[in-house]
Nanobody
Framework: QVQLVESGGGSVQAGGSLRVTCAAS?????????MGWFRQAPGKEREFVGSITWSGGTTYADSVKGRFTISISRDNARNTMYLQMNSLKPEDTAVYYC?????WGQGTQVTVSS
């Protein structure tokens, strides 16, 4: 089993920044597994945001490139992944989910007000 716990969501004004964190645990969790971020806005399907390999290689969805500045990083010693988001817009309001090895966290709400 893998447990993924997101934290760090909240409410910010447009143009602001947030960093959300995903802490992984569980006997089935492999620190070598790729980890990813997804988000789901109200009334929309869950969409891929980006991912990071164990060695730090990142992939970002075309849909988020250029819309706001994001950076995904991870601390393998702490089994933790981060999503730094800058220049946020109201349309970035969503529940942000962490995923690894087909396991999902419960999500953390990010709300951006205009």
């Amino acid at each position: 089993q893998v447990q993924l716990v997101e934290s760090g969501g909240g409410s910010v004004q447009a143009g602001g920044s947030l960093r959300v964190t995903c802490a992984a645990s569980g006997r089935a969790f492999s620190k070598y597994a790729t980890m990813g971020w997804f988000r789901q806005a109200p009334g929309k399907e869950r969409e891929f945001v980006g991912s990071i390999t164990w060695s730090g290689g990142t992939t970002y969805a075309d849909s988020v490139k250029g819309r706001f500045t994001i950076s995904i990083s991870r601390d393998n010693a702490r089994n933790t992944m981060y999503l730094q988001m800058n220049s946020l817009k109201p349309e970035d309001t969503a529940v942000y989910y962490c995923m690894s090895s087909n396991f999902w966290g419960q999500g953390t709400q990010v709300t951006v007000s205009s």
